[in-house]
């Protein structure tokens, strides 16, 4: 079965530095996005997209942080200047949006740990 | 967005079936249900989803009444395997927006 692959699986970084958290959608799926979820929190929504472009995001979803399709294959989200807050695991999911069954399919996430 | 209420956790023992039911009293008609399971550290993995009465998939059954403002996720004869977290949403999954996750019923299965 096709699956959402995420990497690295696991990111060290010191506050203030720049990351790049990598995913590879499901090959024939149009919708992306990108959730988090802090130790012992619930999973919460950052940003969608399709179509090359942010459809909806959350207020988390602020200007540190940004996502791009740089290709046909890969979604990343950007984030510019970590805080210790960031600390979190990031998931990515993508769906295929269409019919009336397109649920979404995540990965198994990044742990982002900010010191 | 709907908002869904669910229990925050239940316990099992194997084998017996396992009911858990969410409330959203202000689905819309274009809304659809949908169950996450999610383990450890690893991302919500999809169950089942629904629109409207019974849908039964190879691990577990929806059950949505006719009024649609609650449904109860079904897992027949459950293993230690299943404790896990299990997450009811509710949306338009055609409108590329997003997903919203409540707090989600931490079910335990005891042997």
């Known amino acids: 079965e096709p699956e959402v692959t995420q990497t690295p699986s696991h990111q060290v970084t010191q506050m203030g530095q720049e990351v790049i958290l990598r995913c590879v959608p499901i090959s024939n799926h149009l919708y992306f996005y990108w959730y988090r979820q802090i130790l012992g929190q619930k999973v919460e929504f950052l940003v969608s997209?399709?179509?090359?472009?942010?459809?909806?995001k959350s207020e988390i979803f602020d200007d540190q942080f940004s996502v791009e399709r740089p290709d046909g294959s890969n979604f990343t989200l950007k984030i510019r200047s970590t805080k210790l807050e960031d600390s979190a695991m990031y998931f990515c999911?993508?769906?295929?949006?269409?019919?009336?069954?397109?649920?979404?399919?995540f990965g198994n996430g990044t742990r982002l740990t900010v010191t | 967005l709907a908002k869904t209420t669910q229990p925050i956790s239940m316990d099992s023992y194997e084998g017996q079936e396992v009911n858990i039911t969410c409330s959203h009293n202000?689905?819309?008609?274009?809304?659809?249900i949908t169950w996450y399971q999610q383990f450890p550290s690893q991302g919500p993995r999809f169950i089942i989803q629904g629109y409207k009465t019974k849908v039964t998939n190879e691990v577990a059954s929806l059950f949505i009444p006719a009024d649609r403002k609650s449904s109860t996720l079904s897992l027949p004869r459950v293993s230690l395997s299943d404790t896990a977290v299990y997450y009811c949403l509710v949306g338009d999954i055609r409108s590329r927006g997003k997903l919203i996750f409540g707090q989600g019923t931490e079910l335990s299965v005891k042997p």
């Open positions: 999911a993508s769906s295929s949006g269409q019919g009336n069954n397109s649920p979404l399919h």
């Open positions: 202000n689905i819309a008609t274009n809304d659809y």
């Open positions: 997209f399709y179509n090359n472009e942010i459809s909806e």
